[in-house]
């Protein structure tokens, strides 16, 4: 089992920046990538962003130059900074953990989630 604990979200007008974290904890091993997502009122949840085990990244076009997720191995924690911030940014952004047992089956873990606003 995967525990995650996001933190960072908040207010901030459009241009800022912002760094959420991501904290997880429990069966670390057998994390086999980790993402942030996100989800604005009324649509669905979107990949924002994934760093799989070994360090490769992945971003969605609409945050590609602006947004950077990173990690600390050592604080088992992700992070996404996200620069140059828009209005259309703002959503309830989601961590994800995938998890994948010795069957190879894969399990996702989710966050309780944390709320990015962006004023005009």
């Known amino acids: 089992q995967v525990h995650l604990v996001e933190s960072g979200g908040g207010l901030v007008q459009a241009g800022g920046s912002l760094r959420l974290s991501c904290e997880a904890s429990g069966s670390i091993a057998s994390i086999k990538s980790m993402g942030w997502y996100r989800q604005a009122p009324g649509t669905q949840r979107d990949m924002v962003a994934t760093?799989?085990?070994?360090?490769?990244?992945k971003y969605a076009d609409s945050v590609k130059g602006r947004f950077t997720m990173s990690r600390d191995n050592a604080k088992n924690t992700v992070y996404l900074q996200m620069n140059s911030l828009k209005p259309e940014d703002t959503a309830i952004y989601y961590c994800?953990?995938?998890?994948?047992?010795?069957?190879?089956?894969?399990?996702?873990?989710w966050g309780q989630g944390t709320q990015v606003t962006v004023s005009s």
């Open positions: 760093i799989t085990r070994g360090g490769s990244t």
């Open positions: 994800k953990a995938v998890e994948q047992d010795m069957y190879f089956s894969l399990y996702d873990h």
